[in-house]
């Protein structure tokens, strides 16, 4: 009995002592920001404006692209309608050109 009861009493103080170590961190670094945010009132800071995210790229292609896309479907159909691809192949290659 008397190990647990010593057992006990250490785990007692072990977690007071963190505690008291993490209230007084606490304390600090809230001194620390209330001092920086007084300075920077005194200073006449302003937190910039958030900047707005970046546009969004283009999924579809442009018009040159797009031109140069239907292009090489045309000449994939023409070597499908010749037998030099295959079904697959035509298909993997337009998956392919197509970017799906």
């Known amino acids: 009995m008397p190990g647990l009861i010593r057992g006990v009493?250490?785990?007692?103080?072990v977690a007071g002592t963190a505690t008291a170590v993490s209230n007084r961190v606490s304390r600090r670094q809230q001194g620390r920001w209330a001092a920086q945010q007084g300075y920077q009132a005194q200073q006449g800071y302003q937190e910039p404006a958030p900047q707005p995210p970046p546009p969004a790229e283009r999924s579809a292609p442009a018009a040159s692209d797009m031109t140069s896309t239907i292009e090489q479907l045309k000449q994939l159909g023409e070597l499908k309608a010749q037998g030099v691809l295959t079904e697959a192949e035509f298909e993997d290659q337009k998956r392919r050109l197509l970017g799906s």
């Open 9 to 13: 009493a250490r785990t007692a103080v």
